[in-house]
Nanobody, 125 residues
Framework: VQLQASGGGLVQAGGSLRLSCVASGFRLGYYAIGWFRQAPGNERDWVSCISSIDGGNFYADSVKGRFTASSDNAEKTVYLQMNNLKPEDTATYYC???????????????????WGRGTQVTVSS
């Protein structure tokens, strides 16, 4: 299983970016994809997660109302639309995948078995 995250960049505060996470290397199975971010010197923090079973999505309080996760199961792609970006959103964003048999998803990075390389998001003030 491979994950490829993309879509990061440099944007001014108040701007928007859309991240993509493409999963490959498997044909069948239900899964959840989580988005996490890590700034230099900080731990990897959970941002959002989405289930491939029903599209249910969840968000950290710090991004709720500004970020929206969506998925295209046929393409095994998950998107993270990030609006009204703030300087504190600056980080490297990672997507992780875990196969699941239920429709939940977890904010715990330890539960995700596969990870992409990350994409840098920089928000200037």
């Amino acid at each position: 299983v491979q994950l490829q995250a993309s879509g990061g960049g440099l944007v001014q505060a108040g701007g928007s970016l859309r991240l993509s996470c493409v999963a490959s290397g498997f044909r069948l199975g239900y899964y959840a994809i989580g988005w996490f971010r890590q700034a230099p010197g900080n731990e990897r923090d959970w941002v959002s997660c989405i289930s491939s079973i029903d599209g249910g999505n969840f968000y950290a309080d710090s991004v709720k109302g500004r970020f929206t996760a969506s998925s295209d199961n046929a393409e095994k792609t998950v998107y993270l639309q990030m609006n009204n970006l703030k300087p504190e959103d600056t980080a490297t964003y990672y997507c992780g995948l875990v196969f699941r048999t239920d429709d939940g998803c977890s904010p715990d990075a330890n539960e995700y078995k596969y990870w992409g390389r990350g994409t840098q998001v920089t928000v200037s003030s």
